[in-house]
DNA sequence: CAACAACATGTACAGATTGACATGTCTAGT
DNA sequence: ACTAGACATGTCAATCTGTACATGTTGTTG
């Protein structure tokens, strides 16, 4: 349940509506963590009655803006420093490569190329304004230079994707050009993944 | 909805039960896509009752196990090709990364030195079973061929996360070392990311 | 043969997440 | 004055996901 941490972590930076806190989730969040304006304002709502945060203005339009409390802010702290990391990875373009073996050649080679542009074009973007960052467009406070961190592993995240994109593209073409048949019964199923929890065992 | 593909994409392999499946998205997809047996089994349900799978023999213990019908192939196929793909990612350690400026210096260190370690045991992991693909270890069916792609991503992936983490470290060390004040109302909020939608703007 | 581990399937419930629907306000342009 | 668009908040039903609980079987080991 990170929503709630998401939340105050937003607000930590000062006072803010649920319609702020969508666009922001949107704009800024919605690639690691989206969330849509019905769990957005039910989620502030449980916060606030759990005194994590507290109505701090009215507006007009019936704009009601929330203040971070001095528990909720003991909350994000503990959850950045205490909790475990969740490194539970939800993949939808890597579930899909795991079956590339029950598709035309063809259509594969298509489908990564439409990959890789995506992949590199959304890169892109990030190289970009990661530099506006750099160039200090945004200033220079603690948070921006957090938000900075935060580009850094999208650009990096998304040019490994656009480049393995690239490489499955040669790879397919050298190894996945035979023709299937119909089921793939000609053989016990492949080993798995190992479970890769390096924490827990040999390190 | 992916899971029902998942399901299908597994079973286009050859037939398996319910417990079978189960293991196999723990060991295989659990890093991409992350499954219990509670869903699977109520998801086979309803692929059989849908056509898509049917009961293909029954095994001691009460073992129930399902093979694919050819609606059931044709609706993975139509779902690789036809599909948009849903490039949505959760990922908690990046959403924890937008609010380092939270957290102590001492303790943003050490949090980003495990999440290297991680990150770089993974990636390890993960190579040394590509390695063996390609040595021939698990012979060269369409499948494994498959499987090494995917694999080829995680390795990718992995690899590029630990190198950003040392280089959150180094850039933290450069530019997060000042005491932050109880609540951050110094600034508004820096501005958002780019929507960074490659396919329907400039591209 | 008792006990345990692994096999195997399922139910029940709680919580997370989404999409559709519903409502009302303020501002700018015509 | 009207109207369109952005602002702003919310409900509701459906679906997805995870934890805990429940049950029975088979093979192995002492």
Redesign the pocket.
């Known amino acids: 349940?990170?929503?709630?941490h998401g939340l105050l972590g937003l607000l930590a930076e000062g006072p803010a509506?649920?319609?702020?806190?969508?666009?922001r989730f949107a704009e800024l969040l919605g690639q690691v963590?989206?969330?849509?304006?019905?769990?957005i304002?039910?989620?502030?709502?449980?916060l606030a009655e759990a005194g994590l945060i507290e109505v701090d203005s009215h507006?007009?339009?019936?704009?009601?803006?929330y203040r971070i409390t001095g528990a909720g802010l003991a909350e994000v702290r503990r959850w950045l420093t205490d909790d475990e990391v969740d490194h539970?990875l939800?993949m939808e373009p890597l579930l899909r490569s795991v079956f590339f073996w029950l598709m035309e050649p063809a259509d594969l080679a298509a489908h990564l190329e439409r990959e890789r542009q995506y992949y590199s074009g959304t890169a892109a973007a990030m190289r970009t304004y990661a530099g506006a960052k750099d160039r200090g467009e945004f200033g220079t406070s603690e948070q921006t230079r957090s938000l900075r961190i935060a580009a850094e592993a999208g650009i990096r995240l998304f040019e490994a994707l656009a480049e393995w994109a690239s490489w499955a593209e040669r790879y397919a073409a050298e190894h996945l050009t035979e023709h299937h048949s119909e089921t793939g019964h000609h053989s016990e199923h492949p080993p798995a993944l190992p479970e890769g929890r390096p924490g827990s065992g040999s390190a």
Chains 1, 2 share one sequence.
């Not at 349940?1 to 709630?4: A, D, F, I, V």
């Not at 963590?33 to 769990?39: F, G, L």
Request: charged share 30%; proline share 9%.
């Open positions: 349940m990170s929503l709630r509506s649920g319609y702020d806190l969508t666009r963590w989206p969330a849509r304006h019905p769990q304002y039910a989620e502030l709502g449980r507006g007009p339009r019936q704009r009601k803006a539970t939800r």
